[in-house]
């Protein structure tokens, strides 16, 4: 038996196993390990999102709907992979004589434009993010289109416990803090700044815990006024904050290289990040071109780099968790002392939003 649900936009699951569950059963299926919503995926699935099998007494009274275009079974289980679409996840509850379960937390994860073989417009995340997420907050990490034509930001925020802003390819256009375009600086992902910039302000407004890295810092910071400059390493006295390249030009190979600690950042004795990291110096990786220039009015600095680059900010009176890093805290969370710790920190402000709604 199969429950058919209203779709919506813009929400996807991961393929990987490692990173979905419900909050009911472990769901195993086959899938590619990225997530992809809102584009055309070359591989065998012509709308992107995966479909989940569900056995009819695990769907919700109303709470869970799976948008089918097509379904299959077969002896030694389900393996679907069709366009999909979930509806009112965050009332989900199991049928069974056990009664309602308490859902796991989900975390919204922003998706960038992608275009896949230079022609098929897809959305995707990084998987380190996913699993991040996952292994380190117990939430299910939920893939949104960085589109304002896909995503509702209100509907987001109604099913969502938290969300994460992560790093990506594109600059933040400088239109958005008052400078012109530059084609060295391309390329721009012109429908994530709309939906980040907007979210970032609703995200703040509801006390849905926020957590930006990399561009999703600097994204907080442009949501409240701020400026960015292009390409810290030009200005004067600023050290190179690009990732570790080969003398040819290509990234390093050795991604421990790439991901290595990098400088210092003396974070502001007594302040958040400070009490959070039980100390008011850590090191950090650095793989950023783009920086932030002047803080936004409600942006609080709480972390510099030797070269005085803004590195750690809060947003100041914010009724939730709303911080942001410029190195990237999804590496290593396991390992990383000051990487586990803001992720547990986020995972305790996502518990307290779920228990309070």
């Avoid at 069709?82 to 859902?103: D, F, K």
């Avoid at 897809?122 to 380190?136: S, T």
């Avoid at 793989?287 to 600095?301: A, E, F, T």
Wanted: net charge negative; glycine share 12%.
């Amino acid at each position: 038996m199969w429950s058919v649900g209203t779709p919506l936009s813009g929400l996807c699951l991961p393929y990987s196993p490692a990173v979905v569950t419900t909050g009911l059963d472990p769901m195993v299926h086959t899938g590619s390990s990225a997530a992809w919503v809102a584009g055309s995926n070359p591989g065998n699935d012509a709308g992107g999102c995966g479909v989940f099998p569900l056995r009819s007494n695990e769907m919700g009274k109303a709470g869970v709907g799976v948008g089918l275009l097509a379904a299959s079974t077969d002896a030694e289980g389900y393996a679907l992979r069709q366009s999909a679409r979930l509806h009112n996840i965050a009332s989900a509850e199991r049928i069974g004589t056990n009664g309602p379960m308490v859902r796991k937390p989900i975390v919204g994860v922003i998706g960038s434009a992608h275009l896949v073989e230079g022609k098929f417009p897809a959305q995707r995340v990084g998987e380190r993010n996913l699993r991040a997420v996952a292994e380190m907050t117990g939430a299910l990490p939920l893939m949104f289109a960085g589109s304002p034509e896909i995503t509702d930001i209100g509907a987001l925020l109604d099913t969502v416990d938290g969300i994460l802003l992560t790093g990506a390819r594109a600059n933040v256009h400088p239109r958005h803090f008052g400078e012109d375009e530059d084609p060295r600086y391309e390329p721009y992902d012109h429908k994530r700044d709309v939906l980040a910039l907007d979210l970032i302000q609703a995200a703040v407004g509801r006390g849905v815990p926020l957590f930006g890295i990399c561009r999703g810092f600097q994204e907080m910071n442009v949501a409240y006024g701020g400026t960015l400059h292009p390409e810290i390493r030009d200005l004067p006295g600023r050290l190179n904050h690009r990732a570790p390249r080969l003398p040819n030009g290509e990234f390093h190979p050795d991604i421990e290289v790439v991901f290595a600690d990098r400088h210092e950042v003396r974070l502001t004795p007594g302040g958040v990040f400070a009490r959070l990291l039980g100390t008011d110096c850590i090191r950090v990786n650095s793989l950023h071109g783009q920086g932030i220039l002047k803080p936004g009015d409600r942006i609080v600095v709480e972390g510099v780099a030797e070269d005085e680059t803004i590195e750690a900010i809060r947003i100041n009176e914010a009724p939730g968790f709303a911080l942001g890093v410029q190195w990237h805290a999804e590496h290593e969370p396991r390992r990383n002392p000051v990487n586990r710790a803001l992720f547990e920190a986020f995972a305790a402000a996502i518990a307290k939003y779920q228990r309070g709604r």
